[in-house]
């Protein structure tokens, strides 16, 4: 007996039927899966948005950095000008002294200003008692080899301070604070009233830098009309 699908081609509709069936909807549930992945208007913008927010802040944090050392408001041209006639003068007046060591900090050579008014509250201690904890916390920070904040010694001057560490006297870092106290004068002291803060405090401007122009944070779907981001990097 011959196979009936044969004599009957139409019985076998039914399963053509599924075939197209499956053709149709199988581009459907992938174009549905697609849509479904693609991010929407709305996340496009909340990303954006987000990017935008994060641009702002780090233009905010150029604002915060250091190099405006004409913040002292409170400086008159008159004090300012006292400064340039010796180093000893802008370090006796707490204003010059501040501007000066915020300049060194520009420089990376802080540790040279922080060293001489570590020397100078250490020659301050009234009793021998107070004398030995300060001097092996200066010797530590700023004298031994390797040290966080090391300045720069000559080989003599290193050795004789370290040698009197053990039993320190109110002396005992004299000779390497006059050492530090010198580079400073003779190096860093000129740059600083050659520096335009300075020459600003001088001339009486304290400008200040102008603050970067922010954008809105609320958008709308007008505000992206024509433009067309590329998004599949996110």
């Not at 300045?151 to 370290?162: A, G, Y």
Request: glycine content about 4%.
């Amino acid at each position: 007996m011959e196979n009936p699908l044969l004599l009957f081609p139409q019985l076998n509709i039914s399963a053509s039927k599924d075939k197209s069936y499956y053709k149709v909807v199988k581009p459907a549930i992938k174009e549905e899966h697609h849509k479904a992945s693609k991010p929407g208007a709305k996340q496009k913008r909340n990303r954006l948005s987000l990017l935008l927010q994060k641009s702002e802040f780090h233009e905010g944090d150029h604002l915060g950095k250091p190099g405006n050392l004409t913040k002292a408001a409170s400086v008159s041209p008159e004090e300012a000008v006292k400064w340039g006639e010796s180093f000893d003068k802008l370090l006796s007046e707490k204003a010059g002294l501040d501007a000066f060591t915020k300049f060194l900090k520009t420089e990376f050579s802080e540790e040279n200003i922080e060293f001489w008014i570590a020397c100078e509250d250490y020659k301050k201690s009234k009793t021998a008692h107070e004398l030995l904890p300060k001097a092996k916390t200066i010797y530590e920070t700023f004298i031994r080899k390797d040290a966080p904040k090391e300045v720069n010694l000559d080989f003599q001057t290193k050795e004789v301070t370290s040698q009197s560490i053990e039993q320190p006297i109110i002396t005992t870092f004299d000779a390497a604070q006059n050492t530090v106290y010198r580079l400073m004068e003779q190096d860093s002291y000129p740059r600083f009233l050659r520096s335009d803060p300075y020459l600003n405090l001088v001339k009486g401007r304290n400008p200040s830098r102008p603050g970067l122009r922010r954008r809105s944070r609320s958008f709308t779907v007008n505000d992206f009309q024509g433009v067309r981001p590329d998004f599949t990097v996110w």
